[in-house]
């Protein structure tokens, strides 16, 4: 599943041939739905914006729609008449002079009164957005230190998205890494510092994923590894969907266990589980 990063990239793309623009087409492909298109015909978009995974195109008469992509969703941005080479089933098309933004396989489209949207079931549960360019570490910091979430293991808190939305599978591994943290360890355990530096790491990976087009590995070994003709799927993360590897960090073999259903990778040297007696906060 696409996480934040790459829903926003989505969204910047979309963004720059959709808003102020008027749109001379909108096509529903759910039955459900079609009737809507006559909604939007002959209406300037004013805005693309991402909530976490969730994506709003917001138009000019109050109106917007809302997409999630799901597992298997995707977009796609082509010259008018011009639709990609692909067997995915085209969902949701949006038309303008001279382009169209394209909405594959997604499962989850609907269309909401602008000023109704605090009232969708997954919009009004989410916690802030991991992108949001005014969101500071010490709020993540202070949102780990709530007692809902305080209690949590971080594997499962780290795919919650009323705790931060944007947050998934790789995020997750790679987050935990860069704060040296077990998964299996709750807020309520840590120190201080250990709050701080986790609270950092989520901020700067979900950054420079967004940043890069997917790479959280740090600048400088990203850098080494293409200047050592390793691919992009090589150097991307320093964990994830590295299990058998050596580590970066201490040369032990990278891990794959799965928690709340979903794969994680770690390294139980560089993030070692706490011991029986030590999971005491400050300890």
Not at 60 to 68: A, P, R
Not at 97 to 118: C, F, K, N, P, Q
Request: with cysteine; proline share 5%.
């Amino acid at each position: 599943m696409p996480e934040g990063p790459e829903i926003r990239r989505a969204a910047d793309e979309i963004a720059q041939v959709l808003e102020g623009r008027v749109v001379e087409r909108v096509s529903f492909a759910h039955p459900p739905l079609r009737h809507h298109g006559k909604r939007f015909k002959g209406r300037r978009v004013e805005h693309v914006e991402t909530r976490g995974k969730a994506l709003l195109t917001h138009f000019d008469h109050g109106w917007t729609i809302y997409s999630h992509n799901q597992l298997y969703g995707v977009w796609h941005v082509a010259k008018r008449g011009s639709l990609p080479d692909t067997k995915r089933s085209l969902r949701l098309r949006l038309t303008t002079a001279s382009h169209e933004a394209l909405l594959y396989s997604a499962s989850e489209i609907s269309v909401w009164r602008t000023d109704e949207l605090d009232q969708h079931p997954f919009l009004s549960r989410l916690g802030p957005d991991i992108l949001n360019e005014n969101l500071e570490w010490r709020t993540i910091t202070a949102l780990l230190e709530e007692p809902r979430f305080a209690g949590r293991q971080l594997g499962a808190l780290y795919l919650d998205q009323t705790f931060l939305a944007g947050l998934g599978n790789y995020l997750r591994s790679e987050i935990l890494f860069a704060a040296g943290l077990h998964p299996s360890m709750t807020p309520s355990e840590l120190t201080r510092g250990q709050l701080g530096r986790l609270a950092r790491s989520t901020l700067d990976l979900s950054r420079r994923s967004y940043l890069t087009g997917g790479i959280t590995n740090p600048p400088a070994r990203a850098r080494k590894l293409e200047a050592a003709d390793a691919s992009f799927g090589q150097r991307r993360f320093a964990v994830f969907e590295r299990e058998g590897l050596a580590c970066y960090e201490c040369g032990v073999r990278i891990e794959r266990i799965d928690i709340s259903t979903r794969r994680l990778y770690l390294c139980k040297q560089c993030q070692q589980a706490p011991n029986a007696g030590a999971r005491q906060r400050g300890l």
